[in-house]
């Protein structure tokens, strides 16, 4: 190529190199401008709640119910033998709620029943002396001693009439005299035991009697009284808000287990948390209602029942991000003015606004 050529044709890298330096810096800055995010605007799934009142006092709420919640557990040890609620199912005070493996306990008691049987037939036996066939025998036995009594001294007499002349051994007035005092010692011995067969029941026996009937029958009342404590009752009448047990499951007593979880659901009750710095505003006349989360419609008119007045450290947290974790709160108890026609469940937890001077 002529030096003339090349001035009209210059040669290929001073063209193209740049034509295609061009077009990957325009490729690069579409590509990066393709794959910036688009921000669109989120609409919330449901609208914040809003304050009814101009000025007010926001807190968190807990619905509760109005006995609060009670954890029913076991003051003995034990295998669930039968457990006889379910959630939500209603109970009247003193039904039974679920049942410890009481076999043993029922054993023993039989057990002792029958020792208390025993303990008052003995005393019965003890009233009922004398009997009369023992007085019988004790007269009896009278009788016979004072008949050998009196053929001894007779035989002895005798023998003293005939004089030493009479034809006797020497030892036969001995004898006599033995038998006679052998005669009336029997004498003495049954006249004893007479005076002891009608003098009856003595007291210390009695007492003793009665002693072991009472020890046997505390020992039936222990036993029943701790085979009724294997039945675990509801306290109150209300509802069953929690069951955390099954048959065959072993029980301890003072177990952080929530067992079985009783409350009042007719009124609810709502506790709400303010800030300290909000508590002075505060004032018991104020109007206050409750609001549920999640978008839910309605308004839930509170009923003022009493301020906690310990003001502790905040423990709930509602998960605002400028939510300050290092506050105190005060607390206040409400009532819900209608809860039949709200939908509102033990636990649940709702915005408060409080009416602020």
Known sequence: MTERTRRRFPPFRYLVVPVLAVA???TAIYTVWAQVPTNIAQQPLAEPPRSPFAKRIAGLGTVLPASHVVSVGTVLPGIVEEVAVIDGQLVKKGDELFRIDGRQTRADLLVARAKLEVAKGTLAGVKALPREPDRRDASARVAEATARLADARGRLARLVELGPDAATSRNERPRLEYEVAAADAA????????????AGAWPEDLAVAQAQVEVAAAEVGRLGVQLERETVRAPFDGSVLYVDIDQGEHVVPGSVQQMIAVGVLDPLHVRVQIDEIDAWRFTAESKAVALPRGGAPGEFPLTFIRVIPLVIP???????????V?????????EVANPHSMALLPGQVVDVFIEAP
């Open 326 to 334: 290092d506050v105190r709160i005060m607390e206040i108890e409400y």
């Open 187 to 198: 004498m003495q011995q049954a006249l004893a035991h007479n005076d002891l067969v009608f």
């Open 314 to 324: 905040k423990r709930q947290l509602s998960g605002d991000s400028q939510e300050r």
């Open 24 to 26: 990957g810096v325009v």
